[in-house]
């Protein structure tokens, strides 16, 4: 017999002590019972309710502030959820042939598409804000969710391509009917970017000409405690705003590839939010703060998807006020695993470290 219930799958990772949860709701089919869900959502970081077909939205929020959003691939088709594991797969689920996949995180969930048609170049999906969403803020690539107070609480995080050649490559990120903030200042007790609209269209583009296919397509949906990319390697500096901020730093991806990244964020009273990227990616950096407040970055190096590494001699300086970077005179020496000390007239010494040799 066919009945109607909820609560139809609890997928849980073990791994860590603060796990998301995947819930399988509101379907009208019998269940694939596993482990009961959370009895309280307050030890979690992110609640993720996930429908039984493919063509319905999923549901993300944010235990601590209540704030939601639902989310649906468009194009997508009528398609069954399964269980593998840890993770919920709809099986050709998309119009023009694609298995989308979803693995919980520690702080949301993140969707991998798989396109095998060469034809596409682009992905959508329909965004529903609850009424607690007072703002959108497009910065980095990312959208963030902010409440009245200008505090980001959800995120898409920038999404990411993965092809046949393990290539990462970058995808585009834009929003359609709501109206966003593209200012990289911090946005923190800031008067927000009102949507306009409780409903969004959020496209994914990229180009297919530079992709080898069959893809791998990755967006991320979760809250904002944690970094929004995952580094080490960075640098993090206290402000005189007394927020900190971490820029820079080597990421990697499911496949482990390891590549060097130019995002910077802030964190403030218990979220991350985004600013200005650097003008180049490097990790191994070194800073200083200038007497202006401002933020020095010196060398470093920069490693691309295959490995290849260069030592950097460049420098940068971010203006704390604006949330940019711009350029500023290169060392005589580049060097990576160096210091960098401001000294009391104002003067930078810069000393030690690895060079090319």
Known sequence: MLGRFRVALSVVLASSPLASSLLLADCSRPSIESSPPFSSALDLNARVSLPIWADAPFTLRDPRTGMSLSSRLRESKHRVAEKDRDQIIYRDAMARGADVTFRATPFGTEDFIAISNSETSSLSYELTLDSQVAGLRLVANSLELLDANGFPR??????????????????ALSVEDCAVSKSPKAPFHKPVTAPGSRTCILHLNWSASTASYPVVVDPGWMTTDALSTPRFEHIAVLLSTGDLMVAGGQTGDPLSIEVTTATTEIYSDGVWAASGSMLGDRAIASAATLPSGNILVTGGLSQAADGAQTILGTAEIFDVAAGTWGATGSLASARSGHTTTAVGDGTVLVAGGYDNS
Do not use: E
């Open 154 to 171: 959800l995120r898409v995080q920038a999404p990411y391509l993965l092809d046949s050649s393990k290539k990462r490559l970058p995808i």
